[in-house]
């Protein structure tokens, strides 16, 4: 005896398959993988100076203003 759920995802499992495997590549064709590329010597030297200039990267390391320094506690080590 076939219930009502079976017969619902045999009749259209196909279909789901299909808008997935769509809905894949479209994706893929408006270049979803583009932005995992490496970036180019040019423009990585571009973000740096742009980082250096906007005080983002500079000689002394900085702590975020709500950070407070705390006593150095030994953890535990595991056997």
């Not at 495997?21 to 995992?36: F, N, P």
Request: glycine share 8%; no cysteine; charged share 15%.
């Amino acid at each position: 005896m076939k219930t009502r759920i079976t017969v619902y995802l045999g009749v259209y499992w196909p279909l789901v398959a299909a808008l997935t495997l769509a809905v894949l590549a479209a994706l893929k064709s408006y270049g979803g993988d583009e932005r995992h590329a490496p970036l180019p010597a040019a423009q990585v030297s571009n973000e740096l100076a742009r980082a250096v200039s906007y005080g983002l990267v500079g000689a002394e390391p900085k702590q975020a203003s709500s950070v407070q320094p705390g006593p150095a506690v030994e953890l535990p080590r595991a056997s």
